[in-house]
């Protein structure tokens, strides 16, 4: 199986601008969760879908936002860019249901820089 | 909602010694905690995870203990090697309820040859 993809790994934006990563799960899996890591935070969460509907959101404010498609594929979308929305943004993915329903796979991440 | 605290934040050590790293929770409903390695430039990845019905878990050099009572877990590498080299971070969930793990903040571990 693939695992978790996303794209682009790198990305450099300016501030005010906007910017949408994609992530593809691994397949069969209906869960993406995104994260935020920056040095010293840990990973943050920001959001998770299921079934194209969010299911779970962390403390971000409203530029940060999300959407899932029917096949799972989940964008992340953060407008009006801020110095301090530099960071490691990671999905990861899980089946969403049943026995193994919690074990989230990472992708490699879009590291972004906001200039 | 749940938080979860992890230490060290740096933990250095000579290969060949074991290493621990400690995490406590809040959320007595968390049933399920994993552990993620993520070594430099690289994604997280799974090593090994821990459910509440048990309180230890082995595989090879690494080791998980869970005392739901004191709501603490911990990681414990035997034997380090210097590719043990990385990040570490400890997470908690409660697998019925919320979908999404909270994690800690993460331990550097450094092996030195």
């Known amino acids: 199986k693939a695992g978790v993809t996303q794209t682009p790994r790198y990305l450099i934006k300016t501030r005010g601008q906007q910017v949408t990563l994609s992530c593809s799960p691994i397949s069969g899996h209906r869960s993406v969760s995104w994260y935020q890591q920056t040095p010293g935070q840990g990973l943050q969460f920001l959001f998770e879908?299921?079934?194209?509907?969010?299911?779970n959101k962390g403390n971000f404010p409203g530029r940060f936002s999300g959407r899932q498609f029917s096949n799972s594929r989940s964008e992340m979308n953060v407008s009006t860019l801020e110095l301090g929305d530099s960071a490691l943004y990671l999905c990861a993915s899980s089946l969403g249901t049943g026995e193994a329903k919690n074990i989230q796979y990472f992708g490699a991440g879009t590291r972004l820089s906001v200039l | 909602g749940e938080n979860v605290e992890q230490h060290p934040s740096t933990l250095s050590v000579q290969e060949g010694d074991s290493a621990v790293i400690k995490c406590t929770y809040s959320d007595s409903a968390s049933n399920y905690f994993p552990w993620y390695k993520q070594e430099l430039g690289k994604r997280p990845q799974l090593i090994i995870d821990?459910?509440?019905?048990?309180g230890e878990k082995k595989d090879q050099r690494i080791a998980v203990t869970l005392n739901k009572t004191a709501k603490h877990f911990s990681l414990h590498i035997t034997e380090t090697q210097p590719e043990d080299s990385a990040v570490y971070f400890c997470?908690?969930?409660?697998?019925?309820?919320?979908?999404?793990?909270?994690f800690g903040r993460g331990t550097s571990l450094i092996v030195h040859p």
């Open positions: 821990i459910r509440s019905n048990v």
């Open positions: 879908y299921f079934s194209e509907t969010q299911r």
């Open positions: 997470a908690a969930m409660d697998s019925g309820g919320s979908y999404i793990p909270t």
